[in-house]
């Protein structure tokens, strides 16, 4: 063999034997060599790669970082969604889950028998899909909407417990999309913010915030720099000739799950399955036991119907599957010092209550302030300043404080005045008859606009990476941002001038604002931050209207129209639709090349029902009440809480109740579950 032959031939060597070190360390956690020893292969891989740079492979560890800076992610169109989970909170829910199952399978000809359940660890992290062509890590998305997500495959290789190409003998041919979460370990990312602090940073408020903000850093060297890691928890697209590999998408989820484990990947900790609701309930317990001693965050267990069959038999609900649940663990508590009670005012005018504590980790998360609602809560609570208080946390819930420890007391203790002005104007507060909510009446008040560009930009809202409260508040201290459209003609170059902003950081920014400009229509709408409108009903409102322009002409009576918008809510829209202000707000928007996406509405399924209105009565067994609301709206139809002549159908479930009265007195037509079941399909 020549000495260049030689050469190349250790070069592959390399790939392999280092590609196996990193699996024995990220994915096996039994590493066999020293990291010295390691170095030491890399750095011999490095000198022969730049000697015969024709043979560097796509797979070697070399070329995990390298990839340059980006301008802003594409986006990806998943082919299968990324759907969500519906939550279980207590052992109770998760047995409801178990019974809901056999129910549904029942009717459908189950010998109604124990089921068989996937466990494993509900990951606190950022779901992303990764496609392997032929073997290899073709592209990498996060989950996003769960229909489109953004391309993340420079920062995703840089991911050393996720393969760039699978461990097989044979690489199995076509695509396969393996899905799991990325996250951080408890350790460092508790070193994370350490550093970050030490360096005058914002620290990241928990694992998952600090994952999401590696995983979608422009430049894939700085996402390198964080130790992320990977757990799979299933497959997406299987589209292979590899024997094995083909049917993968038909085998039993734990079998796919094994033949992921052994394509190198991580899986939960403790996967395994259990039949029947006696094991289910078992093996909640015991996860939950173990929660602590996990390296990671979980909040929870996630379990699925083991058999694919029976999974495509209980199908889909809206956007989670009725074949799994999340069954999240209890809330966490601690005790802690209610040091001082500040004013928040929201970017409604709120004046919101703050607790501010002596810091607790509760549940790995360090709480230092949590929500007191309004003068009444803190009232009924009882609570004192300088109290001793219990706090709890559960899951994403803002923590809250749940009462006061009133024998620890020592008479030190002193009752909170809620203020009559508001602490950042001035302007006197107003307090509307019946409601619980103090408000500042003045509309140029800048902790409002503060308030509303942090919503603006939310994870739920507009999703701007890098926009959070500590750049809001830089931004509208040196008057860079008036109003929400100014945020689209930021610089790098006016960033660059701000405290502690460099380039790089600058350009992140206006990355991440400039790709914002095309999130779908409810996100846009929820992200105004009108009062009432959340997340769900910016949905119900984006899906109603479709376009921005079609939005802005909504009236109040067309709101109440909207089955699922209230009086309350109606007026809101009408009255925030009304004012001139709101009108130039959302055309400045618009001027400033903020194009929401319009919703698309499934047109197979559209208009089926459209034109007829409908009314529920009685308990549904298949799909809950607001499940059969939804899929009569997704049809194109209306659902109304009384009956009319003009109602065209009364669905009756099991004790109906004088609604059905009502129908057969005005020769309406009423259907049972299974013949509404039938007009759906
Ligand atoms: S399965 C069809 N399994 O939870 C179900 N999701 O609420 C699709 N997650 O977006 C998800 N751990 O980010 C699944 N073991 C697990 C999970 C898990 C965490 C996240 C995932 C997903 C969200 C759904």
Same mark, same amino acid.
């Given at each position: 063999?020549t000495k260049?032959?030689?050469?190349?031939?250790?070069?592959?060597?390399?790939?392999?034997?280092?590609?196996?070190?990193?699996?024995r360390?990220?994915?096996?956690?039994?590493?066999?060599i020293?990291?010295?020893?390691?170095?030491?292969?890399?750095?011999?891989?490095?000198?022969?790669?730049?000697?015969?740079?024709?043979?560097?492979?796509?797979?070697?560890?070399?070329?995990?970082?390298?990839?340059?800076?980006?301008?802003?992610?594409?986006?990806?169109?998943?082919?299968?969604?990324?759907?969500?989970?519906?939550?279980?909170?207590?052992?109770?829910?998760?047995?409801?889950?178990?019974?809901?199952v056999?129910?549904?399978?029942a009717?459908?000809?189950?010998?109604?028998?124990?089921?068989?359940?996937?466990?494993? !660890?509900? =990951?606190?992290?950022?779901?992303?899909?990764?496609?392997?062509?032929?073997?290899?890590?073709?592209?990498?998305?996060?989950?996003?909407?769960?229909?489109?997500?953004?391309?993340?495959?420079?920062?995703?290789?840089?991911?050393?417990?996720?393969?760039?190409?699978?461990?097989?003998?044979? /690489?199995?041919?076509?695509?396969?999309?393996?899905?799991?979460?990325?996250?951080?370990?408890?350790?460092?990312?508790?070193?994370?913010?350490?550093?970050?602090?030490?360096?005058?940073?914002?620290?990241f408020?928990?694992?998952?915030?600090?994952?999401?903000?590696?995983?979608?850093?422009?430049?894939?060297?700085?996402?390198?720099?964080?130790?992320?890691?990977?757990?799979?928890?299933?497959?997406?697209? $299987?589209?292979?000739?590899?024997?094995?590999?083909?049917?993968?998408?038909?085998?039993?989820?734990?079998?796919?799950?094994?033949?992921?484990?052994?394509?190198?990947?991580?899986?939960?900790?403790?996967?395994r399955?259990?039949?029947?609701?006696?094991?289910?309930?078992?093996?909640?317990?015991?996860a939950?036991?173990?929660?602590?001693?996990?390296? !990671?965050?979980?909040?929870?267990?996630?379990?699925?119907?083991?058999?694919?069959?029976?999974?495509?038999?209980?199908?889909?609900?809206?956007?989670?599957?009725?074949?799994?649940?999340?069954?999240?663990?209890k809330?966490?508590?601690?005790?802690?010092?209610?040091?001082?009670?500040?004013?928040?005012?929201?970017?409604?005018?709120?004046?919101?209550?703050?607790?501010?504590?002596?810091?607790?980790?509760?549940?790995?998360? $360090?709480?230092?302030?949590?929500?007191?609602?309004?003068?009444?809560?803190?009232?009924?609570?009882?609570?004192?300043?300088?109290?001793?208080?219990?706090?709890?946390?559960?899951?994403?819930?803002? /923590?809250?404080?749940?009462?006061?420890?009133?024998t *620890?007391?020592?008479?030190?203790?002193?009752? =909170?005045? !809620?203020?009559?002005?508001?602490?950042?104007?001035?302007?006197?507060?107003?307090?509307?008859?019946?409601?619980?909510?103090?408000?500042?009446?003045?509309?140029?008040?800048?902790?409002?606009?503060?308030?509303?560009?942090?919503?603006?930009?939310?994870?739920?809202?507009?999703?701007? &990476?890098?926009?959070?409260?500590?750049?809001?508040?830089? +931004?509208?201290?040196?008057?860079?941002?008036?109003?929400l459209?100014?945020?689209?003609?930021?610089?790098?170059?006016?960033?660059?001038?701000?405290?502690?902003?460099?380039e790089? *950081?600058?350009?992140?920014?206006?990355?991440?604002?400039?790709?914002?400009?095309?999130?779908? +229509?409810?996100?846009?709408? =929820?992200?105004l931050?009108?009062?009432?409108?959340?997340?769900?009903?910016?949905?119900?409102?984006?899906?109603?209207?479709?376009?921005?322009?079609?939005?802005?002409?909504?009236?109040?009576?067309?709101?109440?129209?909207?089955?699922?918008?209230? /009086?309350?809510?109606?007026?809101?829209?009408?009255? !925030?639709?009304?004012?001139?202000? *709101?009108?130039?707000?959302?055309?400045?928007?618009?001027?400033?090349?903020?194009?929401?996406?319009?919703?698309?509405?499934?047109?197979?399924?559209?208009?089926?029902?459209?034109?007829?209105?409908?009314?529920?009565?009685?308990?549904?067994?298949?799909?809950?009440?607001?499940?059969?609301?939804?899929?009569?709206?997704?049809?194109?139809?209306?659902?109304?809480?009384?009956?009319?002549?003009?109602?065209?159908?009364?669905?009756?479930?099991?004790?109906?109740?004088?609604?059905?009265?009502?129908?057969?007195?005005?020769?309406?037509?009423?259907?049972s579950? &299974?013949?509404? *079941?039938?007009?759906?399909?």
């Open positions: 063999m260049e032959k030689q050469e190349v031939v250790r070069i592959d060597q390399l790939v392999e034997e280092l590609n196996e070190h990193s699996y360390y990220y994915v096996l956690s039994q590493p066999t020293s990291d010295a020893e390691y170095d030491q292969l890399f750095r011999e891989l490095q000198a022969l790669e730049a000697a015969h740079p024709e043979h560097v492979r796509a797979e070697s560890p070399t070329q995990r970082v390298g990839a340059k800076p980006l301008e802003g992610f594409a986006t990806v169109q998943h082919r299968l969604p990324m759907l969500s989970l519906d939550n279980a909170m207590n052992e109770q829910e998760l047995l409801d889950f178990d019974e809901q056999r129910r549904l399978l009717k459908d000809g189950h010998d109604g028998g124990e089921i068989e359940y996937t466990v494993e !660890f509900k =990951f606190d992290g950022v779901a992303v899909s990764l496609l392997y062509e032929d073997g290899r890590l073709k592209q990498a998305a996060t989950r996003g909407d769960g229909t489109t997500g953004e391309d993340v495959t420079s920062n995703v290789r840089t991911i050393k417990a996720i393969p760039l190409k699978v461990r097989a003998a044979k /690489p199995p041919q076509g695509l396969l999309e393996v899905r799991g979460e990325v996250l951080f370990r408890k350790k460092e990312f508790d070193a994370l913010n350490e550093e970050r602090q030490a360096r005058g940073e914002e620290s408020a928990n694992p998952r915030n600090a994952a999401s903000g590696s995983l979608r850093q422009l430049d894939p060297q700085e996402t390198a720099k964080r130790p992320l890691w990977f757990f799979s928890y299933g497959v997406g697209i $299987v589209d292979s000739s590899t024997k094995g590999i083909s049917d993968l998408a038909r085998q039993p989820l734990a079998h796919a799950m094994k033949v992921v484990e052994s394509l190198g990947f991580s899986i939960s900790p403790g996967y399955v259990v039949k029947g609701a006696v094991q289910l309930a078992e093996a909640y317990r015991a939950e036991a173990e929660r602590d001693s996990l390296p !990671f965050e979980v909040d929870g267990i996630v379990i699925k119907v083991n058999d694919v069959a029976l999974q495509g038999r209980l199908g889909f609900r809206q956007r989670s599957p009725r074949w799994a649940v999340a069954a999240k663990f809330p966490v508590e601690a005790v802690t010092v209610l040091e001082d009670i500040i004013i928040q005012v929201g970017r409604t005018g709120a004046l919101t209550p703050v607790a501010i504590l002596k810091p607790v980790r509760v549940g790995g998360v $360090v709480v230092s302030r949590a929500t007191l609602h309004n003068q009444d809560e803190i009232e009924r609570k009882g609570l004192l300043i300088g109290d001793t208080v219990v706090v709890r946390r559960q899951g994403d819930v803002i /923590p809250a404080v749940v009462a006061a420890i009133t *620890s007391r020592t008479g030190k203790e002193r009752r =909170f005045v !809620f203020p009559t002005k508001c602490p950042e104007c001035n302007t006197p507060v107003q307090r509307e008859e019946g409601e619980a909510v103090a408000r500042c009446a003045n509309g140029h008040c800048p902790a409002k606009l503060h308030n509303r560009l942090v919503h603006f930009a939310s994870r739920d809202a507009m999703d701007i &990476e890098g926009l959070g409260d500590k750049m809001v508040g830089l +931004l509208v201290e040196h008057s860079l941002v008036k109003d459209p100014d945020l689209y003609s930021l610089k790098v170059e006016a960033l660059q001038e701000l405290p502690r902003m460099g790089l *950081s600058s350009k992140n920014l206006v990355g991440s604002i400039q790709g914002s400009k095309g999130r779908p +229509l409810d996100r846009f709408i =929820f992200a931050g009108i009062r009432h409108v959340g997340s769900k009903t910016g949905q119900v409102l984006a899906r109603h209207c479709q376009t921005v322009e079609r939005f802005l002409t909504l009236s109040e009576e067309e709101l109440l129209l909207i089955a699922e918008v209230g /009086p309350e809510t109606a007026r809101s829209v009408a009255e !925030f639709l009304g004012e001139g202000y *709101s009108q130039k707000l959302v055309h400045g928007l618009l001027d400033h090349g903020v194009a929401p996406a319009p919703v698309v509405v499934d047109t197979s399924k559209a208009g089926a029902l459209t034109g007829q209105s409908f009314v529920l009565t009685g308990t549904l067994s298949g799909m809950s009440r607001k499940e059969a609301e939804e899929m009569i709206l997704d049809r194109g139809g209306k659902v109304s809480s009384s009956v009319s002549k003009k109602t065209s159908y009364v669905v009756a479930g099991e004790s109906p109740g004088s609604k059905l009265d009502a129908a057969k007195k005005l020769g309406v037509s009423v259907l579950e &299974e013949e509404f *079941s039938a007009l759906l399909r």
